[in-house]
């Protein structure tokens, strides 16, 4: 089981981002999240999608920013991230929840980790 997270860079404030996390097998019909840690904190839930259905789920500081989507005929979960603000400068990570279908924000939930990729919003 792989995942493979990529899209992260440097935008400033106000910019906007697109993280992909590509999977080695079907996503369908399990659960990914979002996950970031920034400099000096803990691992946060950020967003998750449930592959089955498209139902998703955000932390309350990316909604209404934040947009998260499966596409599964390319076993890919993108994050699409507008209006940054620096407090969003941190490592981002993508999981799958292999146990229970149903979203989550809670890490200890999640199976399998990508690689993670970092963003940092400055000027």
């Known amino acids: 089981v792989q995942l493979q997270a990529s899209g992260g860079g440097l935008v400033p404030p106000g910019g906007s981002l697109r993280l992909s996390c590509t999977a080695s097998f079907p996503l369908d019909p399990y659960a990914v999240g979002w996950f970031r840690r920034a400099p000096g904190k803990g691992r946060e839930g950020v967003s998750c999608?449930?592959?089955?259905?498209?139902?998703?789920i955000y932390t309350d500081s990316v909604k209404g920013r934040f947009t998260i989507s499966s596409d599964n005929a390319k076993n890919t979960v993108y994050l699409q991230m507008n209006n940054l603000k620096p407090e969003d400068t941190a490592v981002y990570y993508c999981?799958?929840?292999?146990?229970?279908?149903?979203?989550?924000?809670?890490?200890?939930?999640?199976?399998?980790w990508g690689q993670g990729t970092l963003v940092t919003v400055s000027s």
């Open positions: 999981a799958l929840k292999i146990i229970g279908l149903s979203c989550s924000l809670y890490d200890f939930e999640y199976d399998y």
């Open positions: 999608v449930e592959s089955s259905d498209g139902s998703t």
